[in-house]
């Protein structure tokens, strides 16, 4: 008898282990199914440009789901397309938990809320911190076709515009970004208890509200300044 169980063991072991990963494969599938959408009709044709961030997918893992998958930013659109099986499909942002990670060390995008109605969005990791972090918003817009001038005999057919970088930052206390204005009076006026120590750090350090690395520095300042 001792014999017989020493021999079932390993098999029923083996079963198990068996039983735990096709249950978990089947898990996995069920979970990339909640995550990716098919791709909405709708056609951007006659508009010159790409509306994208990135010309080619580009490799990146998605978790929770912790897989590597094939991405491209619609900067136009807002939508994270992920290409799958040949076919290119949308991550459903309404999951504030996906996180997209572009492999290589080439940084995080982010699924956040903004005010009034917390609508969500992708925004791009540059710093995340204690009390207040940085992210930015990669956006295009289309520009109208123009028509035809006496300086300019033929009709400017409709566009997409350069990238543009929007910046935000997110207090650890609250669950939506902010945007950053470009004018200095007005990103002083955010902080309206620290209006002073603010005022003198963008003038001393010549901070520019358009430029990354500016801001990356007056966002340490603010964490090391501002209690939350």
């Keep these: 008898m001792k ?12 079963l198990l282990t068996i039983s735990f990963s096709v249950n978990a494969q089947a898990g996995r599938k069920g979970a990339e199914a909640q995550m990716l959408l098919n791709k909405t009709k709708g056609s951007n044709s006659g508009v010159e440009g790409s509306p994208y961030s990135t010309s080619d997918f580009v490799s990146a893992t998605i978790l929770p789901i912790n ?3 094939l991405v491209k930013y619609d900067a136009y659109k807002d939508q994270m397309e992920v290409k799958k099986d040949g076919n290119v499909l949308i991550l459903n942002k ?12 080439n940084g995080t995008y982010k699924i956040l809320a903004t005010p009034p109605y917390r609508a969500l969005g992708y925004f791009f990791v540059v710093s995340e911190n204690q009390n207040i972090s940085l992210y930015k918003k990669e956006v295009k817009n289309i520009e109208e076709e123009k028509a035809a001038s006496y300086s300019n005999m033929s009709k400017t057919p409709a566009k997409f515009s350069k990238l543009k970088t929007e ?13 950053l204005p470009r004018s200095k009076k007005q990103v002083i006026n955010l902080f309206p ?6 005022k003198k750090f963008i003038k001393e350090n010549n901070i520019k509200f358009s430029d990354e ?3 990356t520095k007056f966002v340490l300042f603010l964490n090391e300044t501002i209690s939350i």
């Design 67 to 69: 897989k590597p998958f």
């Design 3 to 14: 014999n017989l169980l020493k021999k079932s063991i390993p098999f029923f072991v083996l």
């Design 167 to 179: 910046f935000y930052i997110k207090y650890s206390s609250e669950d939506v970004v902010i945007k």
């Design 94 to 105: 309404h999951v504030k938990e996906y996180v997209i990670k572009l492999n290589g060390n």
């Design 213 to 215: 690395a500016s801001l």
């Design 193 to 198: 208890d620290n209006k002073d120590q603010v």
